[in-house]
């Protein structure tokens, strides 16, 4: 079974970073892609960052272009997104997904992920 466990959110001030952790468990990943997604009260599940196993590629939503980097430690199963330069807009539950079909092409629609993570909680203050 399939499992993604986040971490690292936290109460912050804008202008601060942070550093979120999804651990991938369950089956090998390889060549399947990985999202890191947010949703704030009342809004849409937005895509965040998000890249291949396999692949040097990766893909960023334009709110978060320049600040934010995502990047995979194979040997742990486990990806990061690093936050910088965080502005009150950030706040959001984050949450990690994978896509379970080997080689598929980039998407930013949270419905072509199969497994989510319970999310963690971003806050941004002024």
């Known amino acids: 079974q399939v499992q993604l466990v986040e971490s690292g959110g936290g109460l912050v001030r804008a202008g601060a970073s942070l550093r979120l952790s999804c651990a991938a468990s369950?089956?090998?990943?390889?060549?399947?892609?990985m999202g890191w997604f947010r949703q704030a009260p009342g809004q849409e599940r937005e895509f965040v960052a998000g890249?291949?196993?396999?692949?040097?590629?990766?893909y960023y939503g334009e709110s978060v272009k320049g600040r934010f980097t995502i990047s995979g430690d194979n040997a742990r199963n486990t990806v990061h997104l690093q936050m910088n330069s965080l502005k009150p807009e950030d706040t959001a539950v984050y949450y990690c997904?994978?896509?379970?079909?080997?080689?598929?092409?980039?998407?930013?629609?949270?419905?072509?992920?199969?497994?989510w993570g319970q999310g963690t909680q971003v806050t941004v203050s002024s």
């Open positions: 890249f291949r196993w396999g692949s040097v590629n990766t």
């Open positions: 997904a994978v896509r379970l079909r080997p080689y598929a092409s980039h998407s930013v629609d949270p419905k072509e992920y199969d497994y």
């Open positions: 369950g089956r090998t990943f390889r060549n399947y892609r």
